[in-house]
């Protein structure tokens, strides 16, 4: 394929120089493109619609790569989409005896639906391999610090001891939670062919006595899943990879948001392994990993609501809603895969500080463990006296080793850790 300049990713250091990016280049739709169209050309030949011959020479003539991504995006403004011009180079390509075998009985739906499928689960595969670098690595922290101690913060405040452990297991919890939805996407996407209006009427004029069989045996060459039903105006395929895309992004930018919180020079309780630099700051090392799958995760919901949107596809065949998933799709494609990558990175390098956590414990002079002193005051002071007590000693600033009716009291906030450590046990235990 003719090299062309292409979306280099300038502005989207996200997803830029990922897998995912060359997963979705334009070159790499063009190759899906092919091997749609070869693998219709296949499929034919399976049932007996076309000479073996034509689909060898429609195989061999995609696989060639003499197609200029450039040329082919120019020419696409005239039909609307890429596949009418890239059929026209294709039926050249493969010369004069077997070109008419080329898209025979498709519409550029049935193409470019089932290369948006390909593009997708090649790009899901990714994804799904850099959540389990990510899974292993949160494993390692959840284990390795699951009785660290530090300061629970709701509502931006110390609010009760937990451990650093429970909040890795449920970083962890959440990108098994994207694992799931992924694989079941990924094996859920099927192949698209319906013909001009999703009737397959077309491959019966071309002689198939079952035409309901050849999406059948068109999903088994591309390695996708069967469709029910020719879907161009059922898109219940794109809404889930919407949903599931954006449920990715969500669930890794938690863990994004937490360390951008947690890394806080004020809180500095973690550190990405390598942080970037700043234009003017020499001293500065910001959490860049962290900030790129917050940014993912901020964008995601707006792109997955336009492939929502477009849902309501009218008639047989829909104009505008079905060309309004391509960009969206890809761009959360993307993100994903970006985010993917760079909170597998984060995670492995996380860089956690216990003896600051410790530290922060005692920033509440004992007050971080109030509610459990009110619970065991309560039965020698009374319910209000105790909440009262505590109330004054928090309003005075005054440690709480220093109040009489305390002097017998179990003070250390790491012992109020709750049932922390065997919460994170049991969240290990999923695979």
């Given at each position: 394929?003719?090299?062309?300049?292409?979306?280099?990713?300038?502005?989207?250091?996200?997803?830029?120089?990922?897998?995912?990016?060359?997963?979705?280049?334009?070159?790499?739709?063009?190759?899906?493109?092919?091997?749609?169209?070869?693998?219709?050309?296949?499929?034919?030949?399976?049932?007996?619609?076309?000479?073996?011959?034509?689909?060898?020479?429609?195989?061999?003539?995609?696989?060639?790569?003499?197609?200029?991504?450039?040329?082919?995006?120019?020419?696409?403004?005239?039909?609307?989409?890429?596949?009418?011009?890239?059929?026209?180079?294709?039926?050249?390509?493969?010369?004069?005896?077997?070109?008419?075998?080329?898209?025979?009985?498709?519409?550029?739906?049935?193409?470019?639906?089932?290369?948006?499928?390909?593009?997708?689960?090649?790009?899901?595969?990714?994804?799904?391999?850099?959540?389990?670098?990510?899974?292993?690595?949160?494993?390692?922290?959840?284990?390795?610090?699951?009785?660290?101690?530090?300061?629970?913060?709701?509502?931006?405040?110390?609010?009760?001891?937990?451990?650093?452990?429970?909040?890795?297991?449920?970083?962890?919890?959440?990108?098994?939670?994207?694992?799931?939805?992924?694989?079941?996407?990924?094996?859920?996407?099927?192949?698209?062919?319906?013909?001009?209006?999703?009737?397959?009427?077309?491959?019966?004029?071309?002689?198939?006595?079952?035409?309901?069989?050849?999406?059948?045996?068109?999903a088994r060459e591309l390695g996708l899943r069967a469709p029910d039903l020719p879907w161009h105006t059922l898109r219940t395929p794109v809404a889930d990879l919407a949903g599931c895309l954006a449920f990715t992004a969500g669930a890794l930018g938690k863990l994004a948001v937490d360390v951008l919180t947690l890394?806080?020079?004020?809180?500095?309780?973690?550190?990405?392994?390598?942080?970037?630099?700043?234009?003017?700051?020499?001293?500065?090392?910001?959490?860049?990993?962290?900030?790129?799958?917050?940014?993912?995760?901020?964008?995601?919901?707006?792109?997955?609501?336009?492939?929502?949107?477009?849902?309501?596809?009218?008639?047989?065949?829909?104009?505008?809603?079905?060309?309004?998933?391509?960009?969206?799709?890809?761009?959360?494609?993307?993100?994903?895969?970006?985010?993917?990558?760079?909170?597998?990175?984060?995670?492995?390098?996380?860089?956690?500080?216990?003896?600051?956590?410790?530290?922060?414990?005692?920033?509440?002079?004992?007050?971080?463990?109030?509610?459990?002193?009110?619970?065991?005051?309560?039965?020698?002071?009374?319910?209000?006296?105790?909440?009262?007590?505590?109330?004054?000693?928090?309003?005075?600033?005054?440690?709480?080793?220093?109040?009489?009716?305390?002097?017998?009291?179990?003070?250390?906030?790491?012992?109020?850790?709750?049932?922390?450590?065997?919460?994170?046990?049991?969240?290990?235990?999923?695979?």
């Amino acid at each position: 394929m003719t090299s062309s300049p292409g979306d280099t990713g300038l502005l989207a250091p996200g997803w830029a120089d990922s897998a995912a990016a060359s997963a979705t280049s334009d070159h790499a739709y063009l190759r899906a493109l092919l091997d749609a169209e070869a693998a219709l050309a296949r499929a034919q030949a399976a049932l007996g619609l076309a000479p073996a011959e034509a689909a060898t020479a429609v195989t061999e003539a995609a696989g060639a790569g003499a197609f200029d991504v450039r040329s082919l995006s120019k020419r696409a403004r005239s039909g609307g989409n890429p596949v009418i011009p890239l059929v026209a180079e294709l039926t050249k390509a493969v010369g004069e005896e077997y070109g008419p075998y080329v898209h025979r009985g498709a519409t550029s739906q049935d193409i470019m639906d089932t290369a948006t499928m390909l593009v997708a689960v090649r790009t899901l595969d990714l994804v799904l391999a850099d959540l389990g670098r990510t899974e292993r690595a949160l494993a390692r922290l959840a284990a390795e610090h699951r009785d660290t101690a530090l300061p629970g913060r709701t509502l931006t405040q110390h609010a009760v001891p937990t451990t650093f452990g429970l909040k890795a297991a449920g970083w962890r919890a959440l990108v098994l939670d994207a694992r799931d939805r992924v694989k079941a996407v990924r094996d859920s996407l099927p192949a698209q062919l319906g013909g001009a209006a999703g009737t397959l009427a077309a491959f019966g004029a071309y002689g198939a006595s079952d035409p309901a069989a050849l999406p059948v045996a068109y999903a088994r060459e591309l390695g996708l899943r069967a469709p029910d039903l020719p879907w161009h105006t059922l898109r219940t395929p794109v809404a889930d990879l919407a949903g599931c895309l954006a449920f990715t992004a969500g669930a890794l930018g938690k863990l994004a948001v937490d360390v951008l919180t947690l890394s806080r020079t004020e809180i500095a309780e973690v550190a990405e392994s390598s942080g970037g630099g700043s234009s003017a700051m020499p001293h500065k090392s910001n959490p860049v990993r962290s900030t790129l799958v917050a940014s993912a995760a901020r964008r995601a919901p707006q792109l997955a609501a336009t492939l929502y949107g477009s849902m309501a596809a009218e008639d047989e065949r829909p104009a505008g809603a079905w060309h309004a998933e391509w960009e969206p799709l890809r761009d959360l494609l993307r993100l994903a895969g970006g985010a993917a990558r760079d909170t597998a990175e984060l995670a492995e390098g996380l860089r956690v500080r216990p003896d600051v956590m410790r530290e922060h414990l005692d920033l509440t002079h004992g007050l971080i463990i109030s509610e459990r002193l009110s619970a065991e005051l309560a039965p020698v002071l009374g319910r209000a006296r105790a909440k009262e007590l505590l109330t004054r000693l928090a309003s005075e600033g005054r440690p709480l080793a220093e109040a009489p009716e305390l002097a017998d009291a179990d003070l250390d906030p790491t012992h109020y850790t709750g049932s922390a450590g065997a919460l994170t046990d049991r969240a290990l235990e999923r695979r």
